[in-house]
C-alpha cells in the first residue's frame, strides 16, 4: 500500500507555531521523517510561499527537491493582475516545465480575494487542465472563513478540482459534507479527521474516493494521522485509495 501525503510544508518559518525542532528545512531530512512513519510520497510546499511570497517559495521548493523523485512540488499562486507570477498561461507553462501539477491559494496570508473577478481567467485553466487547487480550511477571504469562502468558490466554479485541508479535530462534517454532495470535484483531507468513526461513515456514504490522506506536517506531527486512517475501520481497498491512490490518481489527470 502506497502512503502519499498531500499535505507537508517544508523550510524554517520566521514565527514558529509549534516547537522549532519540528521543522525541517532540507529534503533528506523529510525523508527520513516520511521514512519513519512509513510515508513513500509527499505532495510538498515550502513555508517561504505562505511567509514571504509565492515569487520567492515556489523556486526554493524545486531547488531544494529537484533531485527527490517521492517529492512532489506544489505551487501557491498570487492574483495574475498584479504580474508577479506573470499570466496564467506563462504560469502554467513554468508548471510544466517544472513538473509541479498542484497549487495552493493562501488569501488571507497574501490579502487578496479568491473569487473570479480575480483568478476567474486561471480557474478556468485549472479545470480544462484538471489542475487541483488546495484550500486550507483556516484561510479567509471577502470577510467569509473556512468552508463557507470554500462554497463560495465552488459556486461559481463547481468543475473545479479542490481539496480543502485542514479542517479541525472536533469533527466539522456539518461544513463540508453538504459540499462534498454538492460539488462532485471537492475533496478533503485527513489531517484532523479524528472524530470517532467518522471515517469510516463518510467512507461508507459517499465511499473513499473524496478523501486524500494529509498529514498536516509540520503544524502536526506526521504519526498522528497516519494511525488514525491505518486504524480506520475501513476496507484495505477503501485504505489504499485514500492513503495514496486518490492523490496519484488527481495528479495523473493533470494535463499540462
Not at 529534503?27 to 510546499?45: K, P, S, T, W, Y
Not at 497574501?110 to 483568478?119: S, W
Not at 480550511?137 to 485541508?165: C, H, Q, W, Y
Not at 472524530?195 to 490522506?213: N, S
Request: overall charge negative; glycine content about 8%; charged content about 25%.
Amino acid at each position: 500500500m502506497e502512503m502519499f501525503d498531500c499535505n507537508v510544508c517544508l523550510g524554517l518559518p520566521c514565527t514558529p507555531s509549534v516547537p522549532p525542532d519540528a521543522y525541517i528545512e532540507k529534503a533528506e531530512d523529510l525523508l527520513d521523517r516520511m521514512a519513519f512513519c512509513g510515508i513513500n510520497q509527499a505532495l510538498v510546499r515550502h513555508i517561504a510561499m505562505e511567509e514571504e511570497s509565492p515569487v520567492v517559495g515556489n523556486q526554493l521548493l524545486i531547488r531544494e527537491i529537484a533531485s527527490f523523485d517521492r517529492l512532489e512540488p506544489s505551487w501557491a499562486i498570487l492574483p495574475p493582475q498584479t504580474g508577479e507570477l506573470g499570466t496564467p498561461d506563462e504560469l502554467v507553462a513554468r508548471m510544466k516545465t517544472d513538473g509541479v501539477r498542484a497549487l495552493w491559494a493562501f488569501p488571507s496570508k497574501h490579502h487578496y480575494l479568491l473569487t473570479g473577478t480575480t483568478f476567474g481567467g486561471l480557474f478556468e485553466i485549472m479545470i480544462r487542465r484538471r489542475i487541483p487547487l488546495f484550500v486550507s480550511a483556516k484561510e479567509r477571504s471577502n470577510g467569509i472563513e473556512g468552508f463557507a469562502m470554500i462554497e463560495a468558490l465552488l459556486r461559481d466554479f463547481p468543475k473545479l478540482v479542490l481539496v480543502a485541508t485542514d479542517h479541525g479535530c472536533w469533527g466539522e462534517d456539518r461544513l463540508f459534507r453538504p459540499l462534498i454532495e454538492r460539488y462532485e470535484h471537492f475533496y478533503i483531507d485527513t489531517s484532523r479527521y479524528e472524530l470517532a468513526g467518522g471515517i469510516r461513515d463518510f467512507c461508507d456514504r459517499y465511499g473513499p474516493h473524496r478523501m486524500l490522506f494529509g498529514t498536516g506536517f509540520p503544524e502536526i506531527p506526521m504519526g498522528g494521522a497516519f494511525l488514525t486512517l491505518l486504524h480506520a475501520e475501513i476496507s484495505d481497498q477503501a485504505k489504499a485509495a485514500v492513503f495514496g491512490g486518490n492523490l496519484q490518481r488527481l495528479l495523473r489527470e493533470v494535463r499540462l
